[in-house]
């Protein structure tokens, strides 16, 4: 392991995969993304098709010498219920938000087992555990995201590597605007829903930066005895009910 810690962060190029990175850059690790858009310090790779992730992951093991930390906060929506939607819908949204993040361990972990250091956070959701109406594949996605961040927590236990998920509630970033560009948790609908009936607790979205500090502990050093864990970041949406 060197002094400097080497982190990957996916979903880099903006919202709280940027905040992540820019806040491990403060930290003082070497930092370089992966995302379908450019941004400074990012490998652009389709992350839905396996072959563009193994070359990203060499492109930057082979820029940063090796991966101490991975972030997979890369991610989608699509709209769907059970009774209007099907696989053809479902798998594009399963490629990003868990066949990525899964691949992209399995792709650090030999790395990070041999040099007897890693930390892996996955940034999963509160759909996790909770469900909105129209959003059956987002919901298994994140789901099974959780369920792989504790198996693969235990099958990493000995080898000095740590493997955690941060669960944000409402955050502002372009996933949450609406068709007309409106953010959703700025509509009388999700005031009347979340905030005037005190069922958000802090009263308002998160911004991403605010989902970033649980991030860095978790990829930090400081962090020696906590695996395979779910940290979530909500405003309190999960403690009401």
């Known amino acids: 392991m060197t002094d400097v810690i080497r982190t990957v962060v996916t979903g880099a190029a903006n919202g709280i995969g940027r905040a992540i990175a820019d806040r491990l850059r403060a930290r003082g690790d070497r930092v370089v993304g992966i995302d379908q858009e450019q941004a400074d310090d ?40 059970i009774h209007d939607s099907g696989f053809d819908e479902w798998r594009p949204v399963w490629s990003v938000n868990l066949d990525s993040p899964l691949d992209l361990m399995r792709l650090a972990a030999p790395g990070m087992a041999a040099r007897g250091f890693g930390r892996i956070v996955n940034i999963t959701s509160v759909h996790a555990r909770q469900a909105q109406p129209g959003s059956l594949a987002y919901d298994v996605a994140k789901a099974g995201l959780e369920a792989a961040t504790r198996s693969a927590a235990l ?9 955690n998920a941060v669960a944000p509630g409402f955050v502002r970033t372009r996933m949450s605007l609406l068709a007309d560009g409106i953010d959703e948790t700025d509509t009388a609908e999700f005031q009347a829903r979340y905030v005037a009936t ?44």
Do not use: C, H, W
Request: no cysteine.
């Open 42 to 81: 990012v490998v652009l790779a389709d992350l839905a098709n396996p072959p563009e992730r193994e070359r990203a992951m060499a492109l930057v093991i082979e820029e940063l010498g090796g991966i101490d930390v991975l972030v997979n906060v890369a991610g989608i929506f699509r709209q769907g219920s």
């Open 198 to 241: 005190g069922k958000l607790p802090l009263g308002r979205a998160a911004f991403p930066g605010e989902i970033a500090p649980a991030v860095e502990f978790l990829s930090g050093r400081d962090n020696t005895y906590i695996t395979g864990q779910v940290l979530t970041v909500d405003g309190g949406l999960t403690m009401t009910f």
């Open 155 to 163: 099958d990493l236990a000995g080898s000095g590597v740590l493997v």
